[in-house]
T-cell receptor
């Protein structure tokens, strides 16, 4: 059973703080993703990684960075948190067998509030 | 550019009534289409994908390339179908998904 875990369910930070969101998967998946989920906007891809130390920008990378030092772990970093980054953040992973067909498995989400 | 449109943010139907959640897409190549679902207090999870041509929990979805649609249908809605539904698209050879804005389905007892 695929397990994707996220370090926190709820997080409250202050404007300007550096924020780390951690995601770990235990299925040896090559691909990992970070999304933010906002009402009326759906899921928007922030960054994804298809291998260790590799990263690709998604649709809304501004204000975020990522790190993938180990295959199982993908970190999202908010260099200087701002109130418009208050959101639900979802991590996902998938294997890379045929490209487009692979199911993405999601973590429980981290609800981040920036005050 | 790829785009997924779910025109209804909210949809309410009575238990036992048919339900259709609309999804239209824009993509120049051959897309792969998916429906993901998020039940209350649960993780987002795959419901079905067009390539499998399967029925999951009574739901089906047919890819109509002429109308660029991938509507999700179920003939008789159940209360446990109440959830948030997202249509998603993946391009040829791509690893990432592009999601629509979602439709919240409420099945009224």
């Amino acid at each position: 059973d695929v397990k994707v875990t996220q370090s926190s369910r709820y997080l409250v930070k202050r404007t300007g703080e550096k924020v780390f969101l951690e995601c770990v998967q235990d299925m040896d998946h090559e691909n990992m993703f970070w999304y933010r989920q906002d009402p009326g906007l759906g899921l928007r891809l922030i960054y994804f990684s298809y291998d260790v130390k590799m990263k690709e920008k998604g649709d809304i990378p501004e204000g975020y960075s990522v790190s993938r030092e180990k295959k199982e772990r993908f970190s999202l970093i908010l260099e200087s948190a701002s109130t418009n980054q208050t959101s639900m953040y979802l991590c996902a992973s998938s294997s890379r067998t045929g490209g487009a067909y692979d199911e993405q498995f999601f973590g429980p989400g981290t609800r981040l509030t920036v005050l | 550019a790829q785009r997924v449109t779910q025109p209804e943010k909210l949809l309410s139907v009575f238990k036992g009534a048919p339900v259709e959640l609309k999804c239209n897409y824009s993509y120049s190549g051959s897309p792969e289409l998916f429906w993901y679902v998020q039940y209350s207090r649960q993780r987002l999870q795959l419901l079905l994908r067009h390539i499998s041509r399967e029925s999951i929990k009574g739901f089906t979805a047919d890819l109509n390339k002429g109308e660029t649609s991938f509507h999700l249908k179920k003939p008789f809605a159940q209360e446990e179908d109440s959830a948030m539904y997202y249509c998603a698209l993946s391009g040829t050879g791509a690893n990432n998904l592009f999601f629509g804005t979602g439709t919240r389905l409420t099945v009224i007892p």
